[in-house]
Structure formats: C-alpha cells, structure tokens
C-alpha cells in the first residue's frame, strides 16, 4: 500500500511497511510573477527565471488592480515585483532573484555563500536599488519642472555609476569575472538610461556592458514575457 507525502515541488509514494521513499508522480507548481502595466522592476525577477529556465507564469495588473486589497495581500504597500512560489509570497527584487540564485544553485548565478565574492554579490545587488536607482527616477521625474534638483539628481547617479564603471574596469562582469544575479540588478539598472534618454553619456565601458547584456536570450525573452504578460 502507498501512502503519499509531499516534498518542495514533488510528491513521493511511501510504502507503509516504513520502507524508503520512492519518487512518484512530479507535479510541481509554478512560480508566479505579480506584474504591473509600465513597471520596469518586474522585468529583473523575468530575466532571472528565464535565466534559471524555471517555468512561471506572469499575472498582468492595471493600476487601479495594483492598488486594490487582494495584491495589498501580496504586497502591503501595492508595489511590483512580487513571486508567488508554493510557500507564499516573496517581493523586492533584489531578494526575489537572489533567492531564485539560491534556489538553483547549479546554475552558479551567484557564489558560494561565506566566500568574498559572494559578498561582493551582495554588495552589488543592493547597490542598484540603494545607490542607482533613486537618483536616476529623480532626474526623469524632475526633468522639465524641477532642472535644478533634476540635475543635483543626475550627478548622484553618475557618481554611482562611475562606481560601476570603475568596478568593471578589465571585466565583463561585476562579480568573479561571470554573468551573476548583480549584473540582473545594477544592468537592469542602467538601462533605464535607455528609456529616459541618456545611455548614450555613459562611460564607454558601462554602454558596452549594456549591449553585452542587451544579447543574452534570457533578457531578450524576458522583455517579450513582460510585455505581453
């Protein structure tokens, strides 16, 4: 006789005689991503996945769906991205997609947890979100009705991403010479610059690691996902 007992993404048959477990039927369940229409952050969780090649599915909101009580349950402040996995709900992106990482640790998008470079990892993927992108929103937002604190804005983000540049001074990458979740994070980033108008005044270095990461299939299809949801 089979008894069934479940395991992360897997259910297993157990003999009842309390002999060893035995692979049954695999029925895993599918991430999700919470999306919202003209929200960038999504994208990075996306690029992760397709990254990793976990299956997901993508849920599309509006606006007004964002703000409503059901996603406040996903996320309290109605904020974009969120994963739902079958343990619950995760949101930041940065902690979304370096747990995704750690989820797949075969994939080696991030480096062995206790070592400097997976510090490094940290320091990066937190770097974005802290360091780059506040500043760059400022400036965009700014723009036309605030010049001045638009410009203050704008010269935070260069020192920011002179950092970067100087992190990637001889590398393609920014962590360990490899393709990581920090260059999902901080490129991710920078190609904002993209839509506002600017990547072209990047250092050299920094428009190269945009085009460099602008060619991986996984931010290709990832962009493809997002924007048909």
């Known amino acids: 006789m089979l008894n069934r007992g479940s395991g992360r993404g897997k259910t297993w048959a157990l003999r009842s005689d309390g002999g060893a477990l035995a692979p049954a039927t695999i029925v895993p369940r599918m991430m999700r991503l919470y999306h919202r229409e003209h929200a960038g952050r999504p994208i990075r969780v996306a690029w992760m996945l397709e990254e990793l090649g976990e299956p997901y599915e993508i849920t599309m909101m509006t606006r007004e769906e964002g703000k409503g009580e059901e996603h406040r349950a996903r996320h309290p402040l109605g904020r974009v991205p969120v994963l739902e996995d079958e343990d619950g709900f995760v949101f930041e992106s940065a902690a979304i997609c370096l747990h995704l990482a750690d989820l797949h640790p075969d994939a080696a998008l991030a480096p062995a947890p206790g070592t400097h470079e997976r510090?490094?990892?940290?320091?990066?993927?937190?770097?974005?979100?802290?360091?780059?992108?506040?500043?760059?929103?400022?400036?965009?937002?700014?723009?036309?009705?605030?010049?001045?604190?638009?410009?203050?804005?704008?010269?935070?983000?260069?020192?920011?991403?002179?950092?970067?540049?100087?992190?990637?001074?001889?590398?393609?990458?920014?962590?360990?010479?490899?393709?990581?979740?920090?260059?999902?994070?901080?490129?991710?980033?920078?190609?904002?610059?993209?839509?506002?108008?600017?990547?072209?005044?990047?250092?050299?270095?920094?428009?190269?690691?945009?085009?460099?990461?602008a060619q991986r299939p996984a931010r290709q299809r990832a962009l493809e996902r997002t924007a048909s949801g």
Do not use: M
């Open 119 to 213: 510090a490094l990892l940290y320091q990066w993927t937190i770097f974005a979100p802290a360091e780059l992108e506040p500043p760059l929103i400022e400036a965009a937002v700014h723009a036309q009705r605030d010049p001045e604190r638009a410009a203050s804005a704008r010269r935070r983000f260069d020192e920011a991403a002179g950092a970067v540049s100087s992190a990637l001074d001889g590398s393609d990458y920014l962590v360990g010479g490899r393709f990581t979740v920090a260059d999902v994070l901080v490129g991710s980033t920078l190609a904002f610059t993209e839509r506002i108008g600017f990547a072209d005044e990047l250092p050299a270095n920094l428009r190269d690691y945009l085009a460099r990461l």
